[in-house]
T-cell receptor
Framework: AQSVTQLGSHVSVSEGALVLLRCNYS??????LFWYVQYPNQGLQLLLK??????LVKGINGFEAEFKKSETSFHLTKPSAHMSDAAEYFC???????????FGTGTSLTVIP | IAGITQAPTSQILAAGRRMTLRCTQD?????MYWYRQDLGLGLRLIHY???????GKGEVPDGYSVSRANTDDFPLTLASAVPSQTSVYFC???????????FGSGTRLTVV
């Protein structure tokens, strides 16, 4: 079975500051990992994903995440926050043969001008 | 249609009434899913379908049913709505390889 823990349900950063959203996973087999973003009153959009290969993956809007097997982590970062980054972010895990994705409870990002 | 279409966008429903939430995709994805999203609980899987003609139960299936008569459509039915089913419901689909979901824009359901 798989699961995801997102540390911090609310994160606030100043505009231009580093964004760090934490995600730790549990999986008995090599995982596929994802970050999704949800803007108010919208569905979820895929930000980036890790399946195999390079452990540092780059996504849309300047976000990136690094798969660290030893730490069972897949933290999301962005060097410089923009006001438009304010949203809810979800980490998710599945496996190559998995039937479903398991989502974390989400982290709400606020960007302070 | 581009992606996943959900209908209605929002609905207020009297307790005890029957309601079907519609979901249609045009990407020919084999797998489809229904999630509910509640504050502090994230997204929880209600039912899924790996391919047309098959369905399975997710984490919170009680009070809900689904059908998958064809590849494109995956309706979710609440046979007798209760207030605890007040939520935002998302339909999603995925193609081969488990490389990510495509989500619909959601249905906001309020049961009173």
């Amino acid at each position: 079975a798989q699961s995801v823990t997102q540390l911090g349900s609310h994160v606030s950063v100043s505009e231009g500051a580093l964004v760090l959203l934490r995600c730790n996973y549990s999986s008995s087999v090599p995982p596929y990992l994802f970050w999704y973003v949800q803007y108010p009153n919208q569905g979820l959009q895929l930000l980036l994903k890790y399946t195999t290969g390079a452990t540092l993956v780059k996504g849309i809007n300047g976000f990136e995440a690094e798969f660290k097997k030893s730490e069972t982590s897949f933290h999301l970062t962005k060097p410089s926050a923009h006001m438009s980054d304010a949203a809810e972010y979800f980490c998710a895990v599945t496996t190559p043969a998995g039937n479903q994705f398991y989502f974390g409870t989400g982290t709400s990002l606020t960007v302070i001008p | 249609i581009a992606g996943i279409t959900q209908a209605p966008t929002s609905q207020i429903l009297a307790a005890g009434r029957r309601m079907t939430l519609r979901c249609t995709q045009d990407m020919r994805h084999n797998a489809m899913y229904w999630y509910r999203q509640d504050l502090g609980l994230g997204l929880r899987l209600i039912h899924y379908s790996n391919t047309a003609g098959t369905t399975g139960k997710g984490e919170v299936p009680d009070g809900y049913s689904v059908s998958r008569a064809n590849t494109d459509d995956f309706p979710l039915t609440l046979a007798s709505a209760v207030p605890s089913q007040t939520s935002v419901y998302f339909c999603a689909s995925s193609g081969q390889g488990n490389y990510g979901y495509t989500f619909g824009s959601g249905t906001r359901l309020t049961v009173v």
